[in-house]
């Protein structure tokens, strides 16, 4: 439990998720979404609400921002009713969204410049465990930021690490989205193998998560598209822009990859075929297409739930030598 009083910005998929969490712990909460049917269910539950960010920053310690891209969380921060007109001195901003490190120390220093503190913070895990409450999260900035968020990141998720400077948790965000997505477009090709060699494909779903080709992606993401919902609340024109925020990391620091540019252009022809609101796993359409199958087990849920119960939050300490 915090006494601070927190203002969410941004209830999507996740930020809806993150933001009903600590209201159900009790928190001092304002919210602010464009989409009031987005609001309404929080602020039916106790939430308070704000016409603008500008006036959202200026009742609140905290500000979260959770937002789809890096040119969104720029309008809602800046402009005479943006956040960061709002923010008083030793307040702190939480960026949580998936974002372009250099456009969030950008941003910091905006905030900074108003005498108060901002930290990267984005998650991982999906939306299932940002419903929960044992999502990961990630936290760039200084380190006095960080304790100073500790109580409200410890309600929000489970396993939290400190990355170092701000910009850092955002760059290992989108490293860790990449490695999802490679993932993903890895299971699409072996599922659906699977499936045209004739293999039962819930023996298949369990050769993999107790085989060294088991992942976390295939826990999860395999579940629903063998359902055949293929619903994880991710879209392919999100997919697009978190690996083209990693390839363009690694063009930045002139690193010659091969695989990304491959998995981009998998979801670029992707969201060409079934439009950029198509859901991720749906990748899958792709090969089940034109082997003229569908790829899909028995008993498998529509929708994930993470099951484990939450415990309170922690840091994770990185292993030294």
């Not at 939430?47 to 959770?66: K, N, Q």
């Not at 969204?97 to 108003?114: H, K, W, Y």
């Amino acid at each position: 439990m915090t006494d601070l009083r927190i203002g969410f910005i941004g209830l999507g998929n996740a930020g809806s998720q993150l933001a009903g969490n600590l209201l159900r712990h009790g928190v001092d909460l304002t919210v602010r979404d464009i989409d009031a049917e987005r609001v309404a269910p929080l602020a039916a539950h106790g939430a308070r609400t704000a016409t603008s960010a500008r006036e959202l920053a200026s009742a609140v310690d905290v500000v979260i921002t959770c937002l789809p891209s890096p040119a969104i969380c720029s309008a809602v921060m800046e402009g005479p009713e943006g956040v960061i007109a709002g923010l008083a001195p030793g307040a702190l901003w939480l960026e949580m969204s998936t974002t372009d490190p250099a456009e969030v120390q950008r941003l910091a220093a905006l905030v900074a410049g108003r005498g108060a503190m901002a930290l990267d913070c984005p998650v991982s895990g999906g939306c299932h465990r940002a419903a929960s409450g044992n999502i990961a999260i990630f936290a760039g900035g200084t380190r006095a930021a960080f304790e100073r968020a500790l109580p409200v990141l410890a309600i929000l998720g489970q396993r939290i690490l400190y990355t170092g400077a701000l910009g850092t948790a955002s760059q290992l965000k989108v490293l860790t989205n990449y490695l999802c997505t490679v993932h993903l477009a890895a299971l699409a090709e072996a599922l659906t193998v699977a499936c045209v060699a004739g293999l039962d494909l819930n023996t298949t779903y369990e050769a993999i998560r107790i085989s060294s080709g088991n992942s976390f992606v295939h826990e999860t993401e395999s579940q629903v598209i063998l359902n055949g919902s293929r619903d994880i609340n991710f879209t392919m024109d999100l997919v697009i822009k978190d690996v083209g925020l990693f390839d363009a990391l690694a063009r930045q620091h002139g690193v010659p990859l091969e695989l990304s540019p491959l998995v981009l252009e998998i979801f670029r022809d992707g969201v060409r075929r079934y439009g950029g609101r198509e859901l991720s796993p749906n990748i899958i359409r792709r090969l089940e297409e034109p082997c003229g199958v569908r790829v899909l087990g028995k008993g498998f849920p529509p929708h994930l739930t993470d099951e484990e119960p939450k415990v309170a939050g922690y840091e994770v300490v990185p292993r030294r030598a």
